[in-house]
């Protein structure tokens, strides 16, 4: 029990914030404004507070694990919940059912650190439901919208429908191995069909939370109708938390079988990324775009996810610190201006540049990270997942998936020519930012500039393991 | 000398670019810093001509080895032989002259100052790097300024143009990413440094995967045919200095690429793939000039002309001749000045005349004869005449071509040679038309060059005189070069 505080110290954390705000909110006359600049205060206190202490351990048996490796990973999961306090403040302020909000979403962050840090496939479940369950519900959180609802009526049944194949895949793999613990499984697999089918069922669980294709529908749909802040949460807290679980999976607990799940990568990578990047040539909508290119995104990772080495981990934890920025910032410009001027159509971004300039180059700057084009962060990012990627000399799918980096170039390009070159007679009016958005924003550009050409940061990831 | 110096100059000017208060400032700042450019290329021309002959036969001069993502092996390695001092002179002169001639930019100047520095920082930096990954870095960096010179300072489709130019790039640059990939994993320990590579043998049938795909990547860049469409769209839509740069830089980094990291790295395969490069090359060259006798814009003239002139540049490559190399590297300064001239003086043309249709031109001989001169000047040299640079040039892929006995090659050169016939046609018919004849009325009051224009004319005019009148200089800074490639080949042959 002596390690009791310091292994469970980011579980600890966010729980305590999540207390506060429940008290809070039984409490009469709290300003939005003031507690959400608390807020902002505790999410950073608690980013900070990530990257001390972190020891390796074991708590409950094998139910809970945590190591350097695994808090760095949560820390880039406080960074993406503290990078949207900020981006969204516009927002948040405005509702009226902030504290909720915070409460869903933090106790969706407590169930993905617990998800990474499970040992055992029953806590594994149990954690991913807690991350599920209120992110549907942060999906509906415009309650007076339809389309909102919709989204969340999306979601909650394919949550549904892959956690019940994930459940099924979990009590096949008891009856076949005999244990559920992640340390005991590997020493149980023999690659026997049962096991095979048993690797197909998780396999799907996790490709239904991660939108890889072909389990991506409800991924457009639920991003378009979510509140903004939520979807900036899904797509990169949620999506992040579920690639860091997926490795260990695969890594850790499938290790034996890593020629059947090779190929299953492969292919599963390659489709992701076709149908990502083709639909995301046509969207109108920026949401559905956003949405439809961390699709193609995901298949990158997975390019990454296939190299089965440690150089193969560093690369993904490398590149979804990267994705936080990048993404984050893409979401946040979009939400400053749908929020002032309701306007989500890539045409309405037409000569933004003119009447936004700062703004804009945000964006660039966003795009151009997840086009994967230097200086930026995502170059590198990118560069790294391809490298680990090729070196099971595998040169057909790496000259597609380098191939596909230019399609998906092409449709960045798309919002980035409406916003620098294009005109526009009614371009989105000068837009005052809010300060704690502006920080946010000065922060992801940063992000998305220096982490890349700060190479030490790729370092401390390599040295964790 | 520190070639870091290369990489921190441009960075420190975007940074004043950046940070100057208006336009002025923003000239003055981009003016300085191009200034500062072409002092430190030609200190480093000299300083490497006097280090070269004291130490002679050395791979690589002015070594810098600084720790970069040590997990990969990769390092910001730094360091120039005599075919990159060479390009990093043609770099310095084309910069100061774009920077000159785009004097008279007033939408968002800034923006456009900022980016016509970034694209030299990136040209600096791919011609120092030793490290393949640093390479590939500073070639893709390029690619997104001029995707938004062309978009946004752009004239007639180009958007479209823009679209084009960059996806074909970053298209290129996706197969010289693969190829590269390929050769990292062939060295013992993992490495993308030159050096390294260029020492270990690198297994045949991993140059037979990754010689094409890096020949064919970097070849985008230096319009291969047929991957050579960007070219013209790219060039006549983009803003003068922009077509400057593309002609005069960009291009380069794909012949340096082709010659430096291809040829160099997989010798076994450039003498296996050779045939289908002078094929390929031969093609570009009279594809090239027949299609630039069709064409009725400046702008499309001397864009397709590149075409041909850079099919040049690959036929000397593929020649695997030390000679043929050497014209080569020759051909791509040679090229690169003048093309960059030629855009110079096109846009000082339309910035009077409005037009770049060379019948509705006529007589401007009269009205402006500083820029018209510098049109003739520029044009024979594009058609080969002597004392200028593309009759050195083109003479001594010619001269190394031959040398080859067998028929094939002798055909190759005899085509190309042919070549010229049609450039002295369309370039003469182009330079009369526009020049010679009655003027138009609407023209009678148009001025000559301004101090500005006089400049850059004059600077890439010292360049093209200074090669065509005493090539030797040139020829002696990138022989010992070439002869280390060509040693290289010759153990294979």
């Not at chain 2, 968002?108 to 930096?125: C, D, Q, W």
């Amino acid at each position: 029990m002596d390690n009791f505080f310091t292994l469970l110290k980011s579980e600890l954390l966010i729980t305590i914030i999540i207390f506060y705000l429940l008290f809070i909110k039984i409490g009469k006359g709290v300003r939005n404004d003031g507690l959400l600049t608390m807020v902002q205060i505790l999410l950073l206190i608690n980013l900070i507070a990530g990257f001390f202490f972190n020891q390796e351990g074991h708590l409950n048996g094998d139910m809970f694990y945590t190591n350097p490796l695994i808090a760095f990973q949560k820390s880039i999961l406080n960074l993406g919940v503290y990078l949207i306090s900020l981006l969204f403040a516009g927002w948040f302020r405005r509702h009226e059912h902030m504290p909720e909000f915070f409460i869903l979403m933090l106790s969706a962050l407590l169930g993905m650190f617990l998800m990474i840090s499970s040992g055992n496939l029953l806590m594994f479940y149990l954690a991913l439901e807690l991350a599920t369950i209120p992110v549907a519900a942060m999906v509906n959180f415009d309650l007076e919208k339809k389309i909102s609802s919709e989204g969340a009526m999306k979601m909650i049944l394919s949550s549904a429908f892959s956690s019940g194949i994930l459940l099924f895949g979990i009590s096949l793999m008891y009856g076949a191995t005999g244990t559920i613990s992640f340390a005991e499984i590997p020493a149980m697999l023999d690659g026997s069909p049962l096991q095979i089918l048993v690797l197909v069922f998780l396999f799907t669980g996790f490709a239904f939370k991660l939108s890889i294709v072909p389990f991506h529908l409800w991924t457009a749909d639920v991003y378009e109708g979510a509140p903004m802040a939520a979807t900036a949460f899904l797509s990169v807290v949620s999506k992040g938390s579920i690639a860091f679980i997926f490795i260990t999976a695969l890594y850790k607990v499938f290790q034996p079988m890593h020629g059947v799940w090779y190929n299953m990568l492969i292919l599963l990578s390659v489709a992701t990324m076709v149908i990502g990047n083709l639909f995301a040539l046509r969207q109108q909508n920026i949401k559905r775009f956003l949405a439809f290119s961390s699709i193609a995104q995901v298949g990158f990772i997975l390019v990454g996810i296939s190299s089965n080495s440690s150089q193969g981990i560093s690369a993904v934890v490398y590149f979804i610190l990267i994705y936080v920025f990048s993404n984050l910032a893409a979401f946040g410009v979009a939400a400053v201006i749908s929020s002032q001027s309701g306007k989500e159509k890539i045409d309405d971004y037409k000569g933004l540049y003119k009447t936004n300039p700062f703004l804009s180059w945000i964006l660039a700057l966003a795009l151009f990270s997840l086009a994967g084009i230097p200086p930026t962060a995502g170059f590198f990012g990118k560069l790294f997942l391809i490298t680990a990627g090729a070196a099971k000399a595998n040169y057909g799918f790496i000259t597609f998936v380098a191939l596909n980096m230019m399609v998906s170039l092409y449709y960045y390009l798309i919002v980035v020519r409406a916003v620098f070159m294009d005109k526009n007679d009614l371009p989105v009016e000068k837009i005052n930012i809010h300060p704690a958005t502006k920080l946010g924003l000065i922060i992801c550009g940063s992000g998305v500039l220096l982490v890349g050409l700060m190479s030490w940061i790729y370092d401390y990831i390599q040295n964790l393991f | 000398m520190n070639l870091i110096y290369l990489i921190l100059l441009p960075l420190l000017t975007a940074v004043l670019v950046l940070l100057a208060r208006n336009a002025m400032q923003v000239k003055l700042m981009a003016l300085i810093g191009s200034a500062a450019q072409i002092v430190l290329a030609v200190y480093l021309y000299f300083v490497y001509t006097a280090e070269a002959a004291l130490s002679k036969g050395n791979q690589v001069y002015f070594e810098k080895q600084y720790e970069w993502f040590p997990s990969w092996h990769i390092s910001f390695h730094l360091g120039v032989d005599g075919i990159s001092v060479a390009m990093i002179l043609l770099t310095a002169f084309v910069v100061i002259a774009g920077v000159l001639v785009s004097w008279n930019v007033e939408k968002m100047t800034k923006e456009f100052y900022f980016l016509l520095v970034l694209l030299s920082l990136g040209a600096y930096g791919f011609f120092i790097s030793l490290d393949l990954f640093i390479l590939f870095f500073f070639l893709e960096i390029a690619v997104i300024p001029k995707y938004l010179l062309i978009g946004i300072w752009g004239s007639g489709k180009k958007e479209y143009s823009a679209n084009k130019l960059a996806l074909m790039l970053m298209g290129g640059s996706a197969l010289v990413l693969v190829g590269l990939l390929g050769l990292y994993f062939t060295t013992p320990e993992h490495s993308f440094d030159l050096i390294k590579l260029s020492q270990v043998h690198i297994p045949i049938d991993v140059q037979r995967i990754c010689f094409p795909l890096l020949f064919v990547g970097f070849g985008v860049f230096t319009a291969i045919f047929p991957f050579h469409t960007w070219v013209p769209d790219g060039h006549s839509s983009a803003p003068t200095a922009g077509s400057m740069f593309l002609a005069g830089i960009s291009m380069k980094l794909g012949g340096y690429g082709c010659l430096r990291v291809a040829t160099y790295i997989m010798p076994d395969a450039a003498l296996e793939y050779s045939t289908i490069i002078i094929i390929l090359s031969s093609i570009a060259i009279l594809y090239g000039a027949f299609t630039t006798m069709m064409q009725k814009d400046l702008k499309y003239i001397n864009a397709y002309s590149s075409v041909s002139h850079c099919g040049f540049v690959l036929l000397g490559i593929g020649m695997l001749t030390k000679t043929a190399m050497t014209g080569a590297v020759m051909q791509m300064v040679s090229h690169g000045l003048m093309t960059a001239l030629f855009f110079a003086v096109i846009g000082m043309i339309y910035e009077r005349t409005h037009t770049r249709q060379v019948k509705e031109m006529g007589g401007l001989l009269k009205v402006m004869p500083f820029i018209t001169t510098v049109l003739f000047i520029v044009g024979l040299c594009s058609l080969g005449l002597p004392g200028l640079s593309g009759f050195v040039a083109e003479m001594t892929i010619f001269m190394g071509s031959w040398e080859h006995p067998d028929m094939f090659h002798r055909i190759a050169t005899i085509i190309a040679c042919m070549s010229i016939v049609v450039t002295a046609v369309y370039i003469l018919r182009a330079i009369g038309q526009t020049a010679m004849g009655p003027i138009k009325d609407e023209f009678k009051n148009l001025g000559d060059a301004k101090w500005n224009e006089k400049a850059a004319a004059v600077i890439l005019l010292i360049g093209i005189l200074a090669i065509g009148i005493a090539p030797t200089w040139l020829n002696e800074l990138i022989k010992p070069a070439t002869e280390i490639i060509m040693h290289k080949i010759s153990i294979v042959k």
